[in-house]
Structures are given as structure tokens and as C-alpha cells.
């Protein structure tokens, strides 16, 4: 006998009509923002547990958040990875020479000077404080505002520089877009402008270093709107079903470029609990919080180096600028959101917990800042003598065709040879990029 659920509903049945939920932010422009619902908890209330733990048994920490700075600009707890004051200093250093590097790079774009430029600002600890916590030669696989890892490592900033400028300086010959950097001597892999497509890249990576009995590990950032993607659900069952020594920060900064969280999840439940599913061990930490943020990635670190497992860490963090150069977030967002933000500013947070320990002051703050703006400013105008947009100085013309086969086949022999003709013919021979 047939199922009466199994038969067509006739039009003025007494079935219920669906509804589809599409989710909205809670505030827009001109909005009044109250984050009071938002629930932090209290500084150093949530224990470490031994980096061998069962996943299984991490539940609380894919929805809670580790925090280690308290109100009174302490360290609190089991999570307080207890650096001594010279990292700390080093740390702030970093963060604020990465602001510096920031600002004087938007106002570049904004004069013209090249097309495109993302200002990480107020995501700087998730970047900084969490590739300190890496072994220097540990391959990092980013996404396009992790600019604080570069500068962590050491790596130029003329270099950044001249990439962003797609000058004669950029090593990669003017072939990615801006701020899409990489380095093999700083174990920084190839940024990507496809959403997600670092993560599987890094799960790969660390089986290899697995296979090979390597000692290092991988690891990759990712935005949460990102997580919608499909390489990211890949990459969560490689790293589980391999063991694969990786770890995958999701930088939860609560807006993609037009659309907030609830769009990749957030309203039904922490991208930390998606590690639960999969059997991963799943931390949610105060991105805000440098300590905690280099506690978190420490922790993780050294359970995929003793052979326990990957990590999925959310930071719960706020992006406090545009997405890009190319966004306004006053369009689709409350300007009021980043005054409200319940857990602050990275910097100013870490300055005020040296202040508090006794190992800092607001006049040293404010010859770090002046020190980091003339440094990146007297970088800059080198870098400018390498060209900036417009103006030429570019790589030479022929180098289209070379970096993809060792030995150019004869077919691009014969392109390059006609297309190098034809801009003699056309532009003569003094142009400056032949």
C-alpha cells in the first residue's frame, strides 16, 4: 500500500510550507552593535590538557576559548606559555612593524601605486605570535593576510615591497598579484588567490615529511568564510585519516569580504566544533590574545611532532579594516562593530601586559612605533626605484616566456621570437623592458 507522505501535497493541503533561512547579521550600517551575548570567559579558567589527548575527549575547547591576558593585563592560567620579556618585546615588535608595513602599503595603493593591497589589522597576533611558536623551518602554507609570518621570519621587506609593485625587483616577475608572496628560503609556500586551496596543499605536504621521516610539520591559515569550500572538508579527512602531522588555523575574523560568519556556519554552531566530526583535535582560542595565540599554536606543534595528530584552531578574532583595497565595509557592516569588539587590539593588549609586568612603557611604545614607520617608509622609497605601477621598470618582456620548461620548447622559441620582433618594430629599440 502506498504512503500518503509519498504523494504530491495538493495545493491547499494541510502540510506545513517550507521556509528557507537565510542567514543576516545581527548589525548593519547605522545599527547600534552590542556584543554583550558574545561569551569570552574568564582568563586562564580553561586547563592545557596533555598534547596526547583524545580528540574525543576536547569537546569543551572547540567551544570555549582559551585566553591567557585577563583584565588586569596578567597572564593567567595553564595556557600561559611564561615567554620571557625579551620574546614578548620581540613579538610586539613584529606586530608593530607589520601595522607600519600595513598603513604605509594601503596609503601606496591608495596614490596609485599598485592595484591592490589587505591590511591584516587587528589579526596581527594570529599570524605573529603563532609562526614564533613554529620551528623556523616549518612549512607554512598561508593565506593572503598572514604578512606577520614573513616579517616574523626575517624575510625583506623590500622584497614584500617590490612584489607588491610588480617592479624589476619582484622575484616572481610580476605573475602573482600583489601581496601574493612566496619564499623557499623562509619556508613560506606560494599564497593563492582560490579560496582554501592551501589546505589540502599543506596535508599533503606534512604526509610527505611524515613518509620521508622528516622532522618537520606543516602548517596553514584560512578564513572562516573560506571553510565553506571544499578543499577545506578534504584536507580535515586527509590530515584524520593519515595522522598527518599539520595544523589548520581557521582565522575566524567574522566577515568574509560582503557576507558575515553565518554564512560559512558560525550560526549553527564554532568552526572549532567542526573538528569534532572528523576526529580532530579542535582548540578555540581568543585571537586577540597574542599568548594565547602562541600558546595554542605550541601546543598543537608539538603534538604533531610527537606523532599524536593535526589540529584544527579557531581564532576568534575581528577584521578590523576592509577586506581589501578593493572593499567597503561600511556598506554592508556597522562602523560602530570595531569600537565594540569585546576583546580589544592585539598590540595594545600585549603593550599593556609588559606595562603591567613591569617590562614596558608608553614611551618605548612610541619610539617603536616612529621606528617602524621610518623603517618601512626608508624601504619603500628603495623599492620605489624599482618601478611602481605605471611607470615601467618593469621585468624584461621576454621573460613570459621562461620559468615553465628547463629548456624552452622550439614552439615558444618561435613565439617569443616574433612577439620580441614586433615590439621592436612597433615601440623601437630603446624601451626599457626588452
Not at 121 to 144: C, H, I, K, R, W
Amino acid at each position: 500500500m502506498a504512503d500518503p507522505a509519498d504523494s504530491p501535497t495538493p495545493e491547499g493541503g494541510n502540510r506545513p510550507a517550507l521556509a528557507l533561512h537565510v542567514p543576516e547579521p545581527k548589525y548593519r550600517p547605522g545599527d547600534t552593535v552590542d556584543f554583550s551575548d558574545v561569551d569570552i570567559g574568564e582568563a586562564g579558567k580553561l586547563p592545557r590538557p596533555d598534547e596526547s589527548v583524545d580528540p574525543a575527549e576536547m569537546k569543551d575547547f572547540a567551544y570555549r576559548l582559551v585566553r591567557v591576558l585577563g583584565e588586569d593585563d596578567k597572564a593567567h592560567g595553564a595556557w600561559d606559555p611564561k615567554l620571557d620579556p625579551d620574546t614578548l618585546r620581540t613579538m610586539l615588535g613584529h606586530m608593530a612593524l607589520v601595522r607600519a608595513f600595513d598603513e604605509r602599503m594601503f596609503r601606496g595603493q591608495r596614490q596609485g601605486k599598485t592595484s591592490f593591497y589587505m591590511k591584516c589589522t587587528g589579526e596581527e597576533a594570529t599570524s605573529v605570535a603563532a609562526s614564533m611558536a613554529l620551528a623556523s623551518d616549518d612549512m607554512v602554507f598561508p593565506s593572503y593576510r598572514q604578512q606577520g609570518v614573513l616579517i616574523a621570519r626575517g624575510y625583506p621587506l623590500i622584497e614584500m615591497i617590490n612584489q607588491i609593485y610588480s617592479n624589476k625587483g619582484d622575484k616572481l616577475k610580476g605573475r602573482q598579484l600583489p601581496i601574493m608572496y612566496s619564499s623557499r628560503e623562509h619556508s613560506f609556500f606560494s599564497i593563492s588567490g582560490n579560496l582554501a586551496t592551501q589546505t589540502p596543499q599543506a596535508v599533503g605536504w606534512a604526509m610527505a615529511s611524515a613518509i620521508k621521516g622528516d622532522s618537520r610539520i606543516a602548517a596553514t591559515w584560512v578564513g572562516e568564510g573560506s571553510t565553506a569550500e571544499g578543499d577545506f572538508h578534504s584536507a580535515c579527512t586527509f590530515a584524520t585519516v593519515y595522522n598527518a602531522p599539520v595544523i589548520l588555523n581557521v582565522i575566524n575574523n567574522q566577515w568574509a569580504i560582503s557576507s558575515f560568519s553565518g554564512f560559512a556556519g558560525a550560526e549553527r554552531t564554532t568552526f572549532a566544533a567542526r573538528a569534532l566530526g572528523y576526529g580532530l583535535a579542535g582548540l578555540r582560542v581568543d585571537g586577540n590574545d597574542a599568548l594565547a595565540c602562541y600558546a595554542a599554536q605550541r601546543w598543537a606543534a608539538n603534538r604533531a611532532r610527537a606523532n599524536h595528530g593535526p589540529t584544527l584552531i579557531e581564532y576568534f578574532t575581528y577584521r578590523a579594516e576592509g577586506h581589501s583595497t578593493s572593499d567597503d565595509p561600511s556598506g554592508y557592516r556597522s562602523a560602530q562593530e570595531r569600537e565594540e569588539w569585546p576583546l580589544g587590539d592585539p598590540v595594545m593588549r600585549l603593550k599593556n601586559h609588559l606595562i603591567a609586568i613591569g617590562e614596558w612603557d608608553e614611551e618605548r611604545q612610541e619610539e617603536m612605533d616612529r621606528e617602524c614607520a621610518e623603517r618601512v617608509k626608508k624601504t619603500t622609497k628603495e623599492a620605489e626605484k624599482n618601478g611602481i605601477l605605471g611607470h615601467g621598470l618593469h621585468h624584461p618582456f621576454r621573460t613570459m616566456f621562461e620559468d615553465v620548461y628547463e629548456d624552452l620548447p622550439w614552439h615558444l622559441k618561435e613565439q617569443a621570437d616574433q612577439a620580441m620582433h614586433e615590439r621592436k618594430v612597433k615601440f623601437g629599440e630603446e624601451r626599457p623592458w626588452e
